[in-house]
């Protein structure tokens, strides 16, 4: 199983990023999938969450924004990124959720296997 996260950079207060998470090794289309952050010092947190089936859930702080989506054909989910703020300076991870894990408990960390290696994303003038 292999993750990997891509797409950070540095961009302006306002402006937009999009993130993509590149799966293999594993049937992508049967799983659901995640993306969180982690700032230097402090746990890492949910960002959004993406059912095999499409169904979406996000964070207060990121609704509105923010818009997680996926492609099962080519194996790709992504997380569309707007307005952004200098609080969602953070690395962020794509994650895959472990199977038969209850939908209450889908945004949190400890429920998910597999990991991507993290790409950043700094909001500053």
């Known amino acids: 199983v292999q993750l990997q996260a891509s797409g950070g950079g540095l961009v302006e207060p306002g402006g937009s990023l999009t993130l993509s998470c590149a799966a293999s090794g594993f049937p992508f289309k049967n799983y659901d999938m995640a993306w969180f952050r982690q700032a230097p010092g402090k746990e890492r947190e949910a960002v959004s969450f993406?059912?095999?089936?499409?169904?979406?859930n996000y964070v207060d702080s990121v609704k509105g924004r923010f818009t997680i989506s996926r492609d099962n054909a080519k194996n790709l989910m992504y997380l569309q990124m707007n307005s952004l703020k200098p609080e969602d300076t953070n690395v962020y991870f794509c994650?895959?959720?472990?199977?038969?894990?209850?939908?209450?408990?889908?945004?949190?960390?400890?429920?998910?296997?597999?990991w991507g290696q993290g790409t950043q994303v700094t909001v500053s003038r």
């Open positions: 993406i059912r095999s089936t499409g169904g979406k």
């Open positions: 994650a895959r959720l472990r199977r038969g894990t209850i939908y209450s408990d889908s945004l949190n960390p400890e429920r998910y296997d597999y």
